[in-house]
């Protein structure tokens, strides 16, 4: 059964870090693209990140760049999302997510783009805050 469980929230003072777990069970990460999203309360879901097995493309939320850095261990099969100098807005749920790339990359737009992901997790809280 593939599942995905995302780790690593929890409250952090701006300015600081903290590093999300997407850890994958069931199939391989290899084939698929990789996105992190996010929803803050009472706003839409927003794509941060996401990541192509098929070209190695990465590709980031405007609002996140230079900031944020998604990358993936393969011999672990989890992905990770290392967030610093951190802003009371990027307080939200994270969720990871991933599509199968048949046909050609899924991660190609900034920001990525929910619907081409299949499988989601059940998401970690974040919140930044003094």
């Known amino acids: 059964q593939l599942q995905l469980v995302e780790s690593g929230g929890g409250l952090v003072q701006p300015g600081g870090s903290l590093r999300l777990s997407c850890a994958a069970s069931?199939?391989?990460?290899?084939?698929?693209?990789i996105g992190w999203f996010r929803q803050a309360p009472g706003k839409e879901r927003e794509g941060v990140s996401c990541?192509?097995?098929?070209?190695?493309?990465?590709v980031y939320a405007d609002s996140v760049k230079g900031r944020f850095t998604i990358s993936r261990d393969n011999a672990k099969n989890t992905v990770y999302l290392q967030m610093n100098s951190l802003k009371p807005e990027d307080t939200a749920v994270y969720y990871c997510?991933?599509?199968?790339?048949?046909?050609?990359?899924?991660?190609?737009?900034?920001?990525?783009?929910?619907?081409?992901?299949?499988?989601w997790g059940r998401g970690t809280q974040v919140t930044v805050s003094s």
């Open positions: 997510a991933v599509g199968f790339e048949f046909g050609g990359s899924r991660c190609q737009t900034a920001p990525p783009l929910a619907g081409l992901y299949a499988y």
């Open positions: 069931g199939f391989t990460l290899n084939g698929y693209a």
């Open positions: 990541f192509s097995s098929t070209d190695g493309n990465t």
